[in-house]
Structures are given as structure tokens and as C-alpha cells.
Nanobody
């Protein structure tokens, strides 16, 4: 069974940091680009960041550039999202998703999704 499982969410104060993990099971992550998306209450799901299957290409939403860093460890079948300088507007459920090889900003382009992890930034 192909699965993506997110972890690492939680409650953090503004300016704080969190590292999200996206662990794959049932398939080899080497062939998949992984995107991180987020959805806040009442808002559409938006792309946050993506990393290609090799890790050679990454992209970020303008709202998180310079604060978030995506990386992957294919030996551990895991992709990470390091989130620094968190702001209240980063509060959302964060999802990771997988598709073959190349990144896409469209949620509909992804074949596999995790269940999501809640990130709350509040004092």
C-alpha cells in the first residue's frame, strides 16, 4: 500500500521553527517529486514548496521564500520541510504529496497525498 505520512506539526510561537517530515512507505521515493501544500480554514489549498525526485530542483511560494527549506533523504525515503521565522499566517494543515519526477504547483497533478499535519503559529 502506497502511503505518505506527515509528522512534525504543532503549536509554535511567532518567530519559532518547526521541521515537518514526509515519510513514504510502499514505494521508492527516488522516482517521485514531493510537494508540500497547506490549507487554512476557509481557504483553498496552496502550494508551499516542491522538490524534484533527484533533489536537483526546488521551488517555493513567494510567501515562504527565505524562511522555509525543502530537502530530501532518499535513503530514508523521507522529505523534510524546515520552517523558520514562522508567522501566524503560516497556520494551516500541511500536506505532502507525490508525483512522478517533476514538480507541479497544481494539487490535481499529484497522485499520492498524506493525511496532513496541523501547524499553528500563535502566541
Amino acid at each position: 500500500q502506497l502511503q505518505l505520512v506527515e509528522s512534525g506539526g504543532g503549536l509554535v510561537q511567532p518567530g519559532g521553527s518547526l521541521r515537518l517530515s514526509c515519510a513514504a512507505s510502499g514505494f521508492i521515493l527516488d522516482y517521485y517529486a514531493i510537494g508540500w501544500f497547506r490549507q487554512a480554514p476557509g481557504k483553498e489549498r496552496e502550494g508551499v514548496s516542491c522538490i524534484s525526485n533527484s533533489g536537483g530542483s526546488t521551488n517555493y511560494a513567494d510567501s515562504v521564500k527565505g524562511r522555509f527549506t525543502i530537502s530530501r533523504d532518499n535513503a530514508k525515503n523521507t522529505v523534510y520541510l524546515q520552517m523558520n521565522s514562522l508567522k501566524p499566517e503560516d497556520t494551516a494543515v500541511y500536506y505532502c504529496a507525490g508525483r512522478n519526477y517533476y514538480c507541479s504547483g497544481r494539487p490535481g497533478a499529484y497522485d499520492y497525498w498524506g493525511q496532513g499535519t496541523q501547524v499553528t503559529v500563535s502566541s
